[in-house]
């Protein structure tokens, strides 16, 4: 609102608004380094960040904050690094930046920056609780509970926590929060606890509304509108809000609140939650899958996903689904998944698993199974990686035994695979198949892998492998690459975005060449009928030898001059010359 406000002033004013300077590349690049606490971080600085590093080493924490927050986010040109951006927060902290301490240490005790040892994290923690940070203070509570670099306090925890907590959004709200909710014994404390969410849920704070809506059950009527208010209404880290909600949506039984909650779901797998990963497969095959956009082989995929993850129901739910044949029919491979899925889920403590582990003695078939394929309960990325060691080793049934597996479940980086064999064609696999290289590959593109956009809208934007030519997919594809910082997909976009300008160009100079050529022609016709009439000395014309011979220069100044204007605008349409004087009659 206040931003809004000065905008509204400066406009009523009269006085310009600038837009702050991104970091480009076309404004120039130098390579650089930052130390994170852990190591020194390469770094490419695009444009003014240049300026921001140099101000950030002078002692400048504004300038090294600015570059955190660029860092953090990919502004411009920059590549998104949180590593890169904790080395910038970091220096700002040790410039005095409280806040920049805070962000640093959250960093670092959150997981987003794993450090072997705690000492950076809680020296930022530490120097910014004592200049004022409450979040940082509050970070520096984490430690205490957790006896990271101290000794394990809970009572000073608690206390840090507890005076941190002064108003809405404050971490040290949510650590106490939290923490009184696993320690709460009586309906009292219980009761205490609900309603210090409560009391931060009506500001639509997103950890307060998630916490109420747990304490009251996440299937009570009151707890949809909770996690609706903090999804919706609420700012900062809304993942698991979103997802919790995301969940009970695609229970209700209209197309609109089911495809929201696909949303919600597919964000928070896509981000690592497992149990997000977990509901939208078992919804994949619910009932209600049919007011949604998630179909039988999607469910497998998320099932996958949730296993990869150690979820031991997304284990059992997708041994399951090949038992029931929800996705195809039970072949052999199938039903050796089963076995080992099932394995699984008992090793992580699911006793639905264990029992029909136990009724079919799936123990005893282990190794069997293990002779003909890669374990099916490893994750997803290191049964394809055996895979290819497989099949480059001569394991062509083994190998390929695993791929179909996995290209059931529709994991791309398979469907990948496949596409890429299939395209030359790989020994004892597929033969090459053009035409099924460009499905799979378009399959895998379509679900945001990025190497297969950049092969599908290279296709597509040169017409090839088969594929008819159309600039626009093409671009689509890439901006599916780019979306997720690939850099070779950002530049190609770059460039794709500039080839109409370029022949918007290409043809305006070919048409200025053309018509400067035909006036060349028409003044080089003139000049040829000048020179071809006989002329007469007497005094009927009037013109003497001097004359004559003035003329003739003047004639010939007259063609270089021509030959001089045309090469200049020649070479200002070519880029040679950025200026074509006025003057220039081609101009």
């Given amino acids: 609102m206040a931003c809004s406000l000065a905008l509204l002033i400066a406009l009523a004013c009269g006085a310009p608004v600038h837009a702050e300077k991104l970091p480009l590349a076309r404004d120039g690049a130098r390579d650089s380094a930052i130390y994170n606490g852990q190591q020194n971080m390469p770094v490419r600085l695009y444009g003014v960040a240049q300026k921001w590093a140099r101000d950030c080493t002078r002692g400048g924490a504004r300038d090294c904050v600015r570059l955190a927050d660029a860092f953090s986010t990919g502004l411009g040109d920059l590549k998104a690094s949180t590593r890169v951006a904790a080395g910038y927060y970091l220096a700002a902290c040790e410039h005095g930046a409280a806040g920049a301490c805070a962000t640093y240490a959250g960093l670092a005790f959150g997981g987003s920056l794993p450090l072997p040892k705690p000492g950076p994290a809680l020296k930022s923690a530490r120097n910014g609780c004592e200049m004022g940070s409450r979040d940082a203070c509050a970070w520096l509570g984490v430690a205490h509970f957790r006896g990271e670099g101290v000794a394990k306090d809970v009572a000073r925890a608690e206390d840090l926590w507890r005076d941190s907590c002064t108003g809405v959004g404050d971490e040290g709200c949510r650590f106490l929060a939290n923490h009184l909710e696993t320690v709460a014994d009586t309906a009292a404390e219980r009761a205490s606890v609900r309603e210090l969410y409560g009391e931060f849920c009506q500001s639509a704070v997103p950890w307060a509304c998630l916490g109420a809506a747990r304490m009251d059950g996440f299937d009570r009527s009151g707890s949809l509108d909770l996690l609706r208010r903090g999804c919706m209404e609420g700012e900062g880290d809304k993942l698991k809000v979103c997802a919790a909600y995301g969940a009970r949506l695609v229970r209700l039984g209209d197309a609109e609140s089911v495809d929201l909650g696909e ?111 890669v374990d099916p309960s490893l994750p997803a990325a290191e049964q394809l990686a055996r895979a290819v060691e497989l099949a480059d080793s001569g394991a062509y049934e083994k190998a390929r035994n695993t791929v179909a597996l996995l290209m059931e479940e529709q994991y791309e980086e398979a469907e990948w695979l496949l596409g890429n064999w299939f395209l030359t064609g790989k020994t004892g696999i597929v033969p090459p198949n053009e035409r099924n290289a460009v499905i799979l590959i378009e399959n895998a ?86 020179s071809s009439r006989s002329w007469s000395s007497s005094t009927r014309t009037g013109i003497s030898a001097s004359q004559r011979s003035a003329n003739a220069s003047w004639q010939r100044h007259q063609t270089r001059m021509d030959n001089l204007y045309f090469n200049q605008r020649m070479d200002y349409l070519t880029g040679r010359s950025t200026a074509c004087n006025y003057s220039n009659p081609y101009c």
């Fill in 263 to 373: 949303g919600f779901l597919n964000s928070a797998c896509t981000a690592g939650l497992a149990d997000s990963c977990y509901a939208i497969g078992h919804h994949g095959f619910s009932r209600n899958a049919r007011l949604g956009d998630v179909t039988p082989g999607e469910a497998g995929y998320y099932l996958r996903r949730a296993c990869d993850f150690d979820h031991a129901a997304g284990c059992h739910e997708l041994a399951r689904a090949y038992l029931a044949e929800r996705m195809r029919e039970a072949g052999p491979e199938q039903r050796m998944a089963v076995v080992m899925l099932m394995l699984k889920g008992c090793r992580l403590g699911h006793r639905p698993s264990c029992d029909w582990a136990r009724a079919n003695n799936a123990e005893a078939q282990r190794g069997a199974i293990l002779a003909q394929m």
């Fill in 445 to 530: 593109a379509k679900v945001g892998h990025v190497e297969a956009a950049k092969w599908m809208g290279m296709a597509h934007w040169y017409g090839q492998h088969g594929v008819k030519q159309d600039r626009k997919i093409g671009l689509n594809y890439m901006k599916i690459a780019a979306r997720f910082g690939d850099e070779e997909a950002t530049l190609i976009l770059r460039s794709m975005l500039a080839e109409p300008e370029r022949q918007r160009r290409a043809e305006r100079a070919r048409q200025m060449a053309e018509a400067a050529k035909q006036q060349r022609s028409i003044f080089s016709g003139w000049l040829a009928a000048l």
